[in-house]
């Protein structure tokens, strides 16, 4: 929670990791297959700690199912609509082919009272087939039919990268909640595949209900199909807000 985060508003949330734990409020969530979740120095984008996804192994590509280990946090009330996010990440040594969410973004469905988990609309932030990927869900499971936008760009390799990403479930006066909109070190990612994935398919997109107030995010890494080569992500400096955060602040505590 220091200047470092890049955190200028009071308005965003920031976690550095610094604390050299789990950071307060958040708590455990899905535990899936192996691998370890925690809060460790051994690579750090700012200070010397960083969220870490050790070793996450298990399933076999092709095959649903894969290694699962997340965090999650209850956002202040009122949050409201529009989920704009940050993190800088740090993945090695292969790109994962499965699919490999690292952050999403959940809110009631219009209308509805309910508040559990498993019932709320999301936005996700991911990798698919080695490129940056960004997703919007219906409640989980099954979070789907689910519309899917798979960039042509290579998760980058062995180097810390800033991520970037607005869920906009508001829209102005569109009648659906807006596409997820990512980008990478300041560069607004493209879409060149996009799609409806279903179980069983269909062609009929999901109708992208409009948000009143985002509640509950997650992170982490979450492996929607198998993982046969053990594989690390590092997480730091994480921020959500109301508005863009950027990426400029550089290591200011080094
Ligand atoms: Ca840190």
Request: charged share 20%; net charge negative; with cysteine.
């Amino acid at each position: 929670m220091t200047a470092a985060t890049g955190c200028a508003t009071q308005e965003t949330l920031c976690w550095d990791f610094e604390e050299g734990a789990l950071p307060a409020g958040w708590t455990a969530h899905r535990d899936e297959f192996n691998g370890q979740l925690l809060v460790d120095d051994s690579r750090a984008w700012s200070g010397r700690y960083a969220l870490h996804a050790k070793e996450l192994v298990g399933g076999k590509e092709g095959t649903q199912g894969g290694p699962k280990k997340t965090i999650r946090i209850n956002l202040p009330a009122q949050f409201g609509p529009v989920l704009w996010g940050r993190a800088y990440v740090y993945t090695t040594p292969e790109r994962p082919a499965s699919h490999a969410g690292l952050f999403n973004a959940r809110y009631p469905r219009p209308g509805s009272t309910a508040r559990a988990f498993d019932t709320l609309d999301w936005y996700e932030v991911a990798t698919y087939q080695q490129k940056y990927m960004a997703i919007w869900h219906p409640p989980e499971p099954p979070g789907f039919p689910e519309w899917v936008q798979v960039s042509n760009t290579p998760l980058v390799l062995n180097a810390w990268v800033c991520l970037e990403w607005l869920f906009d479930g508001a829209n102005g006066s569109h009648p659906e909640a807006a596409e997820p909109r990512v980008w990478l070190d300041g560069v607004e990612l493209k879409w060149p595949e996009r799609f409806v994935f279903s179980d069983p398919p269909t062609t009929v997109p999901p109708m992208r209900e409009k948000a009143t107030d985002f509640l509950v995010v997650e992170t982490g890494v979450f492996l929607y199909q198998g993982l046969s080569v053990p594989t690390d992500w590092w997480i730091d400096d994480l921020a959500i807000g109301k508005q863009r955060i950027g990426c400029g602040h550089g290591r200011l505590s080094q």
